[in-house]
């Protein structure tokens, strides 16, 4: 223990404190299998700091105690989330280290990058959205579609004030997996600061289908781009009711893109208000074909202006 720096005193006071405690053949060792842990993820982490251990290093060692490793006598599975804790929470240098963590981690095992994204990497904090959202980036720059959505609920746990600059950053990408992603996790963290960027992808998904449709891979299709999208500026729209009204009041835009923006109209506050006040100019500007959309808003209220209801949906069901 001298060699160790452990003092008699220090080492008088750590048996005492209950951490150490001496072995049948005159060794110590460390009472509790968690204290264990937050020992060596501070030794890893401070032969990191000082440069004792380059990145690869660190990287490998981190990456082995992820694995099941049964011949170890004492369990270290929690080393990788601890040292990932103290390393984010050092002030700069920590990004590149930690994406190539996560992928090792993804490398290990099919399920093991989707516990590691959903379950353990959310608790840790904040502080490691933006390596999060480069490895999402990552992937997508290489059309590796593997853990796009556990990466996208990982982050969508944290504040949307924390997400909102990397998600505008991806809403301008302009790349299929980034734009999903994003509006995943705008579903989950919605916010009025992205009504304007949702909309102009919806239009867009509307106007340009081809460009979204990709005919090696069933996963990149227009249908669900828009799905997504809708589902969050559904979400966002409920920050500010104004905005939808006043799109579908003075803005030109494609029939399909207004449709979707009378769907989401009755679920507003003051919704049945707003429809009413946007009657006309759906039914006047909505093709036939979605017309369906002003039949839903003429239904929502029933117990309001019965007849008159009723008489305006048999209108738009009839076209």
């Not at 204290?35 to 501070?42: E, K």
Request: glycine share 4%.
């Amino acid at each position: 223990m001298q060699n160790a720096g452990v003092g008699r005193e220090l080492l008088a006071f750590l048996i005492h404190r209950g951490a150490l405690a001496q072995t049948e053949n005159g060794n110590y060792r460390m009472w509790h299998d968690r204290l264990l842990n937050w020992a060596v993820a501070q030794a890893l982490f401070k032969s990191w700091r000082d440069g004792s251990k380059s990145d690869d290093n660190i990287v490998e060692h981190i990456s082995h105690l992820w694995r099941d490793d049964s011949q170890r006598s004492r369990l270290l599975g929690y080393v990788p989330m601890d040292a990932i804790w103290l390393l984010v929470r050092q002030s700069t240098g920590f990004e590149n280290i930690l994406v190539r963590v996560f992928e090792a981690i993804e490398r290990f095992h099919f399920r093991s990058g989707d516990e590691f994204y959903r379950q353990l990497l959310p608790p840790i904090g904040p502080l490691v959205a933006p390596s999060v959202f480069r490895r999402m980036e990552e992937r997508a720059q290489v059309d590796q579609w593997d853990y796009m959505e556990p990466l996208a609920d990982c982050v969508a746990t944290f504040d949307a004030s924390v997400i909102l600059p990397h998600c505008l950053r991806l809403l301008s990408s302009g790349i299929y997996a980034l734009l999903r992603s994003a509006c995943q996790v705008i579903a989950k963290r919605p916010t009025k600061a992205v009504l304007e960027p949702l909309w102009t992808l919806l239009q867009d998904v509307h106007l340009n289908k081809e460009k979204y449709d990709k005919p090696d891979t069933s996963m990149a299709v227009a249908y669900y781009l828009e799905s997504e999208c809708f589902k969050a500026l559904k979400a966002c729209a409920m920050f500010d009711p104004e905005w939808v009204e006043e799109a579908i009041l003075y803005r030109q835009t494609d029939s399909k893109s207004l449709m979707f923006l009378a769907y989401i109209l009755p679920g507003l506050p003051d919704g049945e208000a707003r429809s009413r006040r946007c009657q006309a100019k759906l039914q006047t500007h909505l093709e036939p074909q979605h017309l369906r959309a002003v039949a839903k808003l003429a239904y929502y209220h029933p117990e309001q202006n019965h007849s008159t209801c009723n008489t305006f949906a048999k209108n738009c069901v009839s076209v």
